[in-house]
C-alpha cells in the first residue's frame, strides 16, 4: 500500500514533524542534528527549502549523479514540489542544516520578483549543488547569519535583514552552480553528443509528424534532465538557449531538404512538425533573412 503524502504548508506544520520550537512563523532554520532519526517520509511542500546534506551520496530519493566534491550537497524545493527519503528501513540521522521560508515572507520584497530566476528551484534532486569545503563553509556562514536574525527579537528590520540575507546565500548558490556547470563541463559536453543524437533521430524517423515539433521539455525528457537545468547547461555550453539551438538544428535541416527540389516547402513544412506552413515561413526568414522561397532560388 502506497504510504501517504504528508503536506507541509508551514514552517510550525514543519516544525511539528521533528518537535521543533518556531521563533518565526515565516522562516526556519535547523541543524540536523536537532530533529529525531529518520527513515521514510514523502512530502508536498507550500514552502521554499534549501537543504545541505553532509553526506557522500544524498538520502534524498530520486537518485544521485556522481559528485563532483564531498564537502556537502544543496537540494533545492519549491512550493508545489515532492521530495521525500527512503533510507531502506534504516534508521537514518542527517547531518547538516534546512532553510525553509514561505512565499509569504519575501512578498513585496525585490527578491518576490526575481526568485523565478534561480533556476535550481525547478532542477531535479539528481542536479543538486555539489560544494567544496570552501563554498560550504560559505553556505553555513549565511545560514547562521539568517538563523542568528530569526533568534534576535523581532523589530522593524528583522524581515529586511532576513530576505536579503537569503537573497545573498541564493547569489552565492547561482556563483556555485555556474562553477559547477564547468567543472562538469566533460558530462555535459557528453549530453550535448546525446542531444545531437536524439535531434538526428527525431528528424530521421517519423517522431516531428507524429508529436510536432520538439520542444525544451520533451528534449530535457528524453536526456532524464530537468526542463531549467538542460536550458542552463545549452547555454553555459553554447552561449544559446535551448529554444534556440533547438531552432537552429530546424532550420539546418530545412535547408538541407530544400536541396530536393521534388520536395514542395509544404511537404518539408510538415516533415519537420509545423501544422501550419506560415509557421514555417516566418521562422525560417527569422533566422535566416529569407523566406524558404528565396533561400531555394538563391542558396542553391
Request: hydrophobic share 35%; net charge neutral.
Amino acid at each position: 500500500m502506497e504510504k501517504q503524502i504528508e503536506r507541509i504548508d508551514s514552517i510550525r506544520e514543519y516544525h511539528q514533524l521533528g518537535d521543533i520550537e518556531t521563533l518565526h512563523p515565516l522562516v526556519s532554520v535547523i541543524r540536523f542534528d536537532e530533529i529525531p532519526a529518520i527513515q521514510y517520509f514523502r512530502r508536498y511542500m507550500g514552502l521554499y527549502a534549501i537543504f545541505l546534506k553532509n553526506i557522500r551520496c544524498g538520502d534524498i530519493i530520486y537518485g544521485c549523479q556522481p559528485y563532483d566534491y564531498d564537502d556537502g550537497t544543496l537540494v533545492f524545493v519549491s512550493p508545489g514540489q515532492l521530495y521525500g527519503i527512503d533510507s531502506k528501513g534504516v534508521a537514518l540521522r542527517p547531518s547538516g542544516y534546512a532553510l525553509l521560508f514561505h512565499p509569504d515572507l519575501i512578498a513585496g520584497s525585490s527578491l518576490a520578483k526575481t526568485i523565478k530566476d534561480y533556476n535550481f528551484f525547478s532542477y531535479e534532486v539528481n542536479e543538486a549543488l555539489h560544494l567544496s569545503k570552501k563554498e560550504r563553509a560559505t553556505i553555513i556562514e549565511c545560514l547562521e547569519k539568517i538563523r542568528a536574525e530569526i533568534e534576535q527579537n523581532m523589530d522593524k528590520h528583522s524581515k529586511t535583514l532576513i530576505v536579503s540575507n537569503i537573497e545573498v546565500l541564493l547569489n552565492y548558490c547561482m556563483r556555485f552552480y555556474d562553477r559547477q556547470f564547468i567543472t562538469r563541463s566533460v558530462v555535459h559536453k557528453d549530453i550535448l553528443v546525446r542531444f545531437e543524437s536524439l535531434m538526428q533521430d527525431y528528424f530521421q524517423s517519423d517522431k516531428a509528424q507524429k508529436i510536432g515539433l520538439p520542444t525544451v521539455s520533451w528534449c530535457a525528457d528524453q536526456l532524464h534532465l530537468s526542463p531549467n537545468y538542460f536550458g542552463d547547461l545549452i547555454k553555459k555550453e553554447t552561449g544559446n538557449t535551448a529554444l534556440d539551438y533547438i531552432q537552429s538544428r530546424l532550420i539546418d535541416e530545412a535547408k538541407f531538404r530544400m536541396f530536393d527540389s521534388n520536395r514542395s516547402i509544404n511537404e518539408i513544412s510538415f516533415e519537420l512538425g509545423f501544422k501550419y506552413q506560415q509557421h514555417f515561413t516566418r521562422l525560417f526568414k527569422q533566422k535566416t533573412g529569407k523566406t524558404p522561397i528565396e533561400y531555394r532560388s538563391t542558396g542553391i
